[in-house]
């Protein structure tokens, strides 16, 4: 019998018109079944969508003018099953995530809520969308073969995957909280797709702050960009990796593409 597979990647592009120059070679070079985008920053009207239909690549997507938006691109045929969550229709929630069908395959793409300040209602919400998604999992999603969830949910899981972390333990996307809000949704038969490959490996980081210096050469990074999947769909995960250089190319998102392959 012959194998299947699957390959998804997810890019925080921060501005996806400011990043075709980075994401269409990239996708040439890496012939993804999905590609999940978050920090689009662009109204559903103005959605370059001709730059990929002229390759042969499907795109889904939602946003907002200059801040958040999702999107995911495929060579084949996507079906939208939500934007959002399905119990809301908050214009931010449906410019954060998306959940479609490819291959199959079902994919939740977040660009979860970054959460500014411990003290701010920004974190709660934060920590309230882990508790979605967990809920999303039990009820919405129950009972669907293969699941993966991924993109950038502004937590560093383990201190491996933070430099410096003896001094983040008060930073919103490292805080004690926000780990445990995510590893409650790991709980639900999920597991981190690039630690099943890359056990206890540090400084490997997909965001590197345009603020410091040489971040990238330096390794001053956080690991906080998630592929995800239930177990019964990791079991068959082959390869997983983060792409460093695209972080290093002209006029580069201050994120880069990680990478998970699985055959079944």
């Known amino acids: 019998m012959s194998k299947s597979s699957f390959t998804i990647a997810t890019f925080n ?98 660009y979860v ?54 001094l983040k333990g008060n930073h919103v996307c490292f805080h004690e909280s926000v780990r445990k809000a995510f590893k409650e949704v790991l709980k639900k038969d999920m597991e981190d797709c690039f630690r099943m490959i890359h056990p206890g490996e540090s400084d490997q980081y997909s965001f590197f702050d345009y603020r410091i210096p040489k971040s990238v050469e330096r390794k001053i990074g956080w690991r906080i960009d998630h592929i995800v999947a239930q177990k019964n769909l990791s079991s068959s995960i082959s390869d997983s990796f983060i792409d460093i250089e695209p972080r290093m190319t002209k006029k580069p998102s201050d994120h880069t593409f990680v990478v998970a392959r699985f055959e079944f």
Request: proline share 8%; aromatic share 8%; net charge negative.
């Open 113 to 166: 809520p970054q959460g500014r300040s411990l003290d701010s209602p920004a974190f709660e919400k934060k920590l309230h969308w882990f508790s979605r998604i967990s809920g999303l999992i039990d009820r919405d999603l129950k009972g669907m073969d293969k699941l993966v969830w991924c993109g950038d949910m502004n937590v560093a899981p383990e201190p491996i995957d933070v430099y410096a972390p003896e």
């Open 13 to 110: 592009a921060n501005g996806i018109r400011a990043r075709l120059h980075i994401i269409l070679p990239w996708m040439e070079r890496n012939p993804v079944d999905c590609l999940c985008i978050q920090e689009t920053k662009v109204q559903d009207k103005d959605f370059p969508t001709a730059p990929f239909s002229d390759r042969g690549l499907n795109v889904i997507f939602s946003g907002q003018k200059a801040y958040n938006g999702v999107a995911v691109v495929s060579p084949h045929q996507m079906k939208p099953l939500f934007y959002g969550f399905p119990d809301s229709s908050e214009e931010e929630d449906m410019a954060r995530q998306i959940c479609c069908s490819v291959k199959d395959i079902t994919v939740i793409n977040s």
